[in-house]
């Protein structure tokens, strides 16, 4: 299968930056999607920001202007450069990637993989 780590994450002050970068591993073939999803306290999942390989960008509209995502299509990872943060975007932030891999038995599966989470906090 394939592995989602993260790292970045923390605490910041209203109207701060933070970076979060995600980093993919195992016997990938391709990625068709990479980006960010987020969870706050008793709400859904939402998507944040996710970039194609064909280098579409799809961002939420609470984060346009505000947040950048970038990818590296061979390093197979993605960072989300976060700026002007607000307390609303406080929440646990997921790696997300869908592709496909290169199974045991010689053949071609498809995978969606989460990371494990990394928490932002934006308070002052």
Same mark, same amino acid.
């Given at each position: 299968?394939? %592995?989602?780590?993260?790292?970045? #994450?923390?605490?910041? %002050?209203?109207? #701060?930056?933070?970076?979060?970068?995600?980093?993919?591993?195992?016997?990938?073939?391709?990625? $068709? @999607?990479?980006?960010?999803?987020? %969870?706050?306290?008793?709400? /859904?999942?939402?998507? !944040?920001?996710?970039?194609?390989? #064909?280098?579409?960008? $799809?961002?939420?509209?609470?984060?346009? #202007?505000?947040?950048?995502?970038?990818?590296?299509?061979?390093?197979?990872?993605? !960072?989300?450069?976060?700026?002007?943060?607000?307390?609303?975007?406080? @929440? !646990?932030?997921?790696?997300?990637?869908?592709?496909?891999? +290169?199974? +045991?038995?010689?053949?071609?599966?498809?995978?969606? &993989?989460?990371? /494990?989470? @990394? /928490?932002? &906090?934006?308070?002052?």
């Amino acid at each position: 299968q394939v %592995q989602l780590v993260e790292s970045g #994450g923390g605490l910041v %002050q209203p109207g #701060g930056s933070l970076r979060l970068s995600c980093a993919a591993s195992g016997s990938i073939l391709s990625i $068709n @999607a990479m980006g960010w999803y987020r %969870q706050a306290p008793g709400k /859904q999942r939402e998507l !944040v920001a996710v970039r194609t390989s #064909g280098d579409i960008t $799809n961002y939420a509209d609470s984060v346009k #202007g505000r947040f950048t995502i970038s990818r590296d299509n061979v390093k197979n990872t993605v !960072v989300l450069q976060m700026n002007s943060l607000k307390p609303e975007d406080t @929440a !646990v932030y997921y790696c997300y990637a869908r592709g496909f891999y +290169n199974t +045991n038995y010689g053949s071609v599966s498809g995978f969606t &993989s989460w990371g /494990q989470g @990394a /928490q932002v &906090s934006v308070s002052s």
